[in-house]
Structures are given as C-alpha cells and as structure tokens.
C-alpha cells in the first residue's frame, strides 16, 4: 500500500480545476510539473506526511535537511503567494517569470 503525501490535516485550497492551473501558471510565466499539478488533484495542499527532505550541503535549517512543513495549494484564499514567488525568483535571476 502506498502512504499518502498528505496527513489528513491542515488546510487545502479549492479542488483543483484546469482554470485555477492555468492561472497559476500564467501568473508565474511557466508551466507547472505535470506530477507537482497531479499531486494537487489528489489533495490542493496541507501538511506531507513526511517532512523531511535530505539536502547534499548544510542549511540554516539543519546539516542534512530541511523541513517542508506544508504545501499551499493553489488557488488558496489568494494568489498573493504566487506573486511573492515570482518576484523572489525574478530578482534571483533563478529563471525569467512575469508576475503582474
């Protein structure tokens, strides 16, 4: 039997349609991952299961991991999050998005 990615706790977003996808993507500029958008059909956020994600370096966080404490699903009470990332990874130079 495979374990849930999600506790059955927190709190989840609207149920995902290919509306509230597109938007999200548009307001990013990019297209999501298909397995990231299949994920958020099952369940639209709340709390993993397991938390824990191992990293090769040290963070601030810990010497091996850092902690993905929840997963804002999308379409979740606003978009401001969305925007917010955007304009992080904009700055960043991490990758070209559009927030407007």
């Known amino acids: 039997m495979t374990r849930p990615f999600f ?4 709190e989840t977003g609207p149920i995902l349609t290919d509306a509230l996808v597109a938007r999200a993507e ?3 500029g990019r297209r999501l991952p298909l397995a990231y958008v299949a994920l958020l ?5 709340g709390v ?3 938390r824990c994600i191992s990293t090769e370096r040290p ?3 810990a010497t091996n991991h850092i902690e993905l ?3 804002t699903g999308i379409g979740y009470k606003t978009d401001s999050t969305a925007r917010l990332v955007a304009r992080t990874w904009s700055r960043s130079g991490t ?3 559009s927030a407007s």
């Not at 059909?41 to 956020?45: Q, S």
């Open 7 to 10: 506790l059955d706790r927190g």
């Open 26 to 28: 548009a307001t990013l």
């Open 41 to 45: 059909r099952e369940r639209n956020g």
């Open 48 to 50: 993993p299961e397991r």
């Open 59 to 61: 963070t601030s966080w």
């Open 69 to 71: 404490s929840t997963l």
């Open 95 to 97: 990758t070209r998005i």
